[in-house]
């Protein structure tokens, strides 16, 4: 830690929610409201600092959202309630209920480095997706990813938004995952085919691409030399490594992604052989005071969802800290009871 600042002793957080993303910023909200001192480290790379996508399952106000003005409203509706925000790296996790300690270094994109204190903790760290490669390398597909309704991930989130278009799954993950985003699609869509990348993450040795065969998709194999997208979801196409070129109106990627766990791992919270961050229904770990919520847990990845599972762990931490005039046996919520004393 040498070179690092130290925070101020006093300050120590009731909470400490690492991400913000809709779960994060959904359990921020819940506890600065309660006037739980709250902090949230943000490290700004989650999809939704860049999807100018339309979102669909998120319900209030107007029908249809673009996911990065959406997430900028939430952290500001919970920066209102008193909410504390920084743009920070979180490289270190450390300590025991109720004294945690959360350790902050430079990244491409924060410069803050410090050591924070909290008596509870909210894992909100989401999944790395893995982007398919363009010219070997996944950060060349960047440019299309979540922009515009060029490209797609979710099909029980975007499958609609296919609706009368001509669609090119792109797989970077196995047959089964690039099958269910096919079948999704092909509710709504005028066309779906398949790529097959060649350097997807698992191998197409290992994978049985029979069932491609007995599929109703038109499919190919091949590996993605350039894309383009001049006119996002109306004129797309992919160039591939031998001169081939497929057009499309929108991309649907069949994806590999792993949970973003590592950090509660360093603390002994148990994780599924995925890497998701197990939990009881109300987000309890295994480890005393500490939480989990959103996309990190073995759940569908979808806005509505992670909004959910962050309040209701912040409501559980809520009732968890309690205050002077509270004592075991007092609790009026059914849940809080068994949570707790059980």
């Known amino acids: 830690m040498s070179g ?28 600065a409201f309660h006037r739980r001192r709250v902090l949230v480290l943000d490290r700004g790379t989650s999809p939704m600092h860049f999807h100018t996508n339309t979102i669909m399952n998120f319900i209030g106000g107007a029908p249809y959202h673009e996911g990065r003005t959406l997430l900028r409203q939430m952290q500001g509706t919970a920066r209102s ?9 979180v490289v270190d996790v450390s300590g025991a209920y109720p004294k945690f300690e959360v ?47 060029a490209a797609f991930y979710c099909p029980d ?11 090119l799954v792109v797989n970077a993950g196995t047959v089964g995952s690039a099958l269910h985003v096919a079948n999704a699609a092909s509710r709504f869509a005028r066309r779906v085919r398949i790529l097959m990348t060649d350097d997807a993450y698992v191998p197409l040795a290992t994978q049985d691409l029979g069932r491609l065969d007995n599929s109703p998709f038109e499919y ?9 997208f001049p006119v996002p979801g109306r004129v797309q196409s992919l160039r591939l490594s031998d001169g081939r ?28 052989d995925k890497g998701n961050i197990l939990t009881d229904k109300r ?3 295994n480890v005393e005071g500490v939480w989990a919520a959103g ?20 409501l559980m931490i809520n009732q968890f800290l309690g205050n002077e005039y509270e004592h075991e046996g007092e609790f009026d919520h059914p849940e809080v009871r068994s949570a707790l004393f059980v």
Not at 4 to 28: M, R
Not at 128 to 145: D, E, I, N, Q, T
């Open 157 to 167: 989130c975007e499958a609609p938004l296919c609706d009368g278009k001509d669609v």
């Open 245 to 272: 070129v497929l057009r499309a109106e929108v991309f649907f990627v069949a994806f590999v992604d792993e949970a973003r766990s590592e950090l509660a791992q360093e603390l002994g919270v148990k994780v599924d």
């Open 283 to 285: 987000g309890k770990t």
């Open 81 to 89: 309630a008193g909410a504390e925000f920084k743009a920070a790296n």
């Open 103 to 149: 350790r902050t270094d430079r990244s491409y994109r924060t410069s803050d480095r410090a050591t924070y204190r909290a008596r509870t903790l909210i894992f909100a760290t989401g999944t790395a997706r893995k982007h398919p490669r363009v010219g070997g390398y996944w950060r060349k597909w960047l440019p299309v990813a979540n922009v515009g309704n």
């Open 295 to 314: 996309d990190v847990r073995p759940i569908t990845q979808q806005v509505a969802m992670a909004v959910g599972t962050g309040n209701y762990a912040a």
């Open 4 to 31: 690092a600042k130290q925070s101020d002793e006093d300050a120590v957080y009731d909470t400490i929610i690492v991400g913000g993303g809709p779960a994060g910023c959904s359990a921020a909200l819940h506890l």
């Open 220 to 228: 190919t194999v091949g590996r993605i030399e350039e894309v383009r």
